[in-house]
């Protein structure tokens, strides 16, 4: 294979993606010391929580509440999503600092949903981007369904240029390109991820893919193909879409460490101390979770010594 990284940086999401969609709200005290256990495993990037109105996603209210527990963590981002201008504020008086903001890619979805084209929400985020500045917050921002949707199918290479314009316009240059319905194919991946990283050098890029068809793993190799070293994933596969029928979770963290760790992918995280983490994420959720390591074990595991 050619144009493998010989490294990659993964951010844990599932504290954010995963737990928002549990019907069980584990407490603030349980979140803490799985975020705890995150940063022993050796993530660098973990998002921690949203900053959304807490009726709209009552999993999330205590966001605030875990950043001041936690406190600033040397060498780790820990990052939150953020809807808005309110978001910013509730990061400055936690402690957060970095935020990140979400537009979706469907102009149908954004329209029907917010009564804007995608281009005028991150216009918008103008307000938020000085608020951030002024208080030492980095920010950025994410692009979900950039690949398709299930309002359009196929989105115009186009209507995502025009997104990333506007994130660069409002001077936000690190941006997640975010398959939220689990609908994008590695030849389409790699296309788009060589394209952006060619067209857009001064930009950071993110990926986050969702394995509701199988085919986040396949994505991520094509991603990496074509040059990204920066993507999302959640321990046990936790999460899915409120908006997006069937959809699975983010690729479970434990299978792509696995996967790099067979070929050589340097990450900075301790598989096995994420697999304790998911056991441990099971029982609190009571259920079982998506994640073919945490089923099958790893490959090494099965060599008699
Ligand atoms: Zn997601």
């Not at 309110?86 to 957060?96: E, F, L, N, P, Q």
């Not at 316009?169 to 194919?185: C, F, P, Y």
């Not at 690729?251 to 070929?263: F, K, Y």
Request: charged share 20%.
């Amino acid at each position: 294979m050619k144009n493998l990284p010989s490294a990659i940086t993964l951010c844990e999401v599932g504290l954010r993606d995963g737990l928002q969609n549990e019907k069980t709200t584990l407490s603030t005290d349980q979140k803490v010391e799985l975020l705890q256990g995150l940063i022993n495993a050796g993530f660098k990037v973990i998002e921690v929580g949203s900053f959304m109105h807490p009726k709209a996603v009552p999993q999330m209210a205590d966001t605030d509440e875990v950043y001041k527990t936690v406190g600033q963590v040397p060498g780790v981002e820990l990052r939150a999503l953020i809807p808005n201008l309110r978001g910013v504020k509730r990061a400055v008086d936690c402690g957060c600092k970095k935020v990140k903001l979400n537009v979706s890619a469907s102009r149908q979805h954004n329209l029907k949903n917010l009564n804007m084209t995608p281009e005028e929400s991150v216009a918008g985020f103008a307000d938020c981007v000085q608020a951030a500045k002024e208080n030492g917050i980095a920010i950025s921002g994410s692009i979900s369904m950039p690949f398709a949707s299930p309002w359009e199918g196929r989105i115009p290479l186009a209507d995502v240029e025009a997104i990333i314009d506007a994130y660069l316009k409002v001077g936000i240059t690190e941006i997640s390109l975010s398959d939220a319905s689990g609908m994008a194919v590695p030849n389409h991946v790699y296309q788009l991820c060589a394209h952006v990283r060619e067209k857009y050098p001064q930009a950071a890029w993110w990926l986050h893919f969702h394995n509701t068809r199988g085919l986040a793993m396949a994505n991520i190799m094509a991603a990496m193909e074509a040059g990204m070293t920066q993507f999302d994933s959640s321990f046990g596969g936790l999460g899915g879409c409120p908006f997006v029928p069937g959809a699975a979770g983010n690729i479970s963290t434990e299978d792509v460490l696995n996967m790099c760790d067979e070929m050589g992918i340097a990450t900075g995280v301790e598989i096995i101390k994420v697999m304790e983490l998911s056991r441990k994420l099971r029982e609190l959720l009571s259920h079982d979770l998506d994640s073919y390591i945490l089923r099958a074990g790893r490959a090494k595991d099965l060599i008699l010594s």
